[in-house]
């Protein structure tokens, strides 16, 4: 009987050491879920809704949801999946072709959704939609210092859909090139118009440094030629201490021009924007934001002035954390060139002011 039971126990003792070499071997599987939501308060000192012309907060004293989202990344062996949804009036707005559109459906709702293949360790090629990789800023709140938006985020591209090609040249070069639908498009039936985007990354060994260097170009479904170029660059000063800065410029040809013929020109827009950030401890920090934000070509921002115009804004936001909990207490003057804001009275005005608290929670 003794014999028998050790028996057995070898036998089990080996199957479970041969179950455990043989699991060792399977290709890995990976699973991440992960999502978040944020809400706001925002009260305009012009007491006017329409004062706002950025992205994500155009309400007046007024509390307000912004987005739910959900985002589900799988991989297996070479292949790889990203499901990204997002629910409320910032998704309806990062996806605001899609809410025109009713053709699509819930299309309104997929923030991102590609499907990945990796073709060597070095090369990954995607297929889907995805955020755009031209700026600064991004649409989830809480992953941004500020929570209302800059200027060049609100007037850039938010999405691209199409195919890109990721490349890592090297521990510190990374390259990225796609072909693309017309901007902030998931669908297109009626042209024939395609976007090259591109992307040099680089990150200089044991230097808290980051460098992107952003293209996109095509035509939209107007026809209207358009070149982006726009730089990202970030610098870890110290602990305490972080730089971070974001320039664009961006040019149309074949644009509709004020008067409503057609022209063959060169018109175009360009912004510059600094982030100062101060981390004072791990649960609170703050970040000033500097922009100036060019449209002399009225094609923007100042598509109602007779010449264009600019606008210069500064934005200061706290940062406190409670574990995954960010509250964001801010306050943003904007003062323009050209009287494009409306105070109570419905008078124009050249400036506004804001104040907010935002609350921001992801997991």
Not at 355 to 362: R, T
């Amino acid at each position: 009987m003794k014999k028998t039971i050790m028996t057995t126990f070898a036998a089990c003792t080996f199957f479970a050491a041969f179950a455990q070499t043989a699991d060792t071997t399977k290709p890995q599987e990976s699973f991440k879920l992960s999502g978040s939501a944020d809400v706001y308060y925002k009260y305009n000192f012009n007491r006017n809704v329409t004062d706002n012309k950025t992205s994500f907060t155009n309400s007046q004293n007024s509390f307000e949801l912004g987005m739910i989202s959900l985002k589900v990344e799988h991989g297996f062996k070479k292949g790889s999946i990203v499901a990204d949804l997002g629910f409320g009036r910032r998704a309806a707005e990062f996806s605001y072709n899609d809410t025109l559109n009713s053709k699509n459906g819930m299309a309104m709702a997929i923030k991102q959704l590609y499907v990945g293949y990796q073709v060597t360790d070095k090369i990954k090629v995607s297929l889907g939609s995805f955020a755009t990789h031209v700026g600064y800023e991004l649409v989830d709140a809480y992953l941004n210092r500020n929570y209302s938006m800059s200027y060049m985020f609100s007037n850039g591209p938010f999405f691209n859909t199409g195919v890109k090609a990721d490349f890592a040249i090297t521990p510190y070069l990374s390259a990225m090139v796609g072909v693309f639908n017309p901007t902030d498009l998931k669908s297109v039936d009626f042209s024939d118009h395609k976007y090259i985007g591109a992307q040099v990354g680089f990150t200089p060994v044991n230097t808290p440094a980051k460098l992107y260097l952003n293209y996109l170009e095509g035509k939209d479904t107007a026809g209207v030629q358009n070149h982006q170029l726009d730089l990202v660059a970030t610098y870890q000063v110290n602990s305490i201490l972080g730089l971070g800065y974001n320039g664009t410029f961006s040019t149309y040809r074949n644009s509709h021009l004020k008067n409503g013929e057609e022209g063959s020109q060169s018109v175009k827009w360009w912004g510059s924007a600094l982030y100062v950030n101060l981390d004072f401890t791990e649960t609170f920090g703050l970040t000033l934001r500097g922009e100036y934000f060019e449209d002399k070509d009225g094609l923007k921002t100042f598509a109602s002035a007779l010449d264009g115009g600019h606008i210069m804004a500064g934005t200061l936001t706290f940062n406190y954390k409670v574990g995954n909990l960010t509250i964001m207490p801010e306050f943003r003057l904007d003062n323009a060139s050209v009287d494009i804001f409306n105070k109570h009275s419905g008078a124009p005005t050249g400036s506004t002011a804001n104040v907010l608290v935002a609350a921001a929670y992801h997991f």
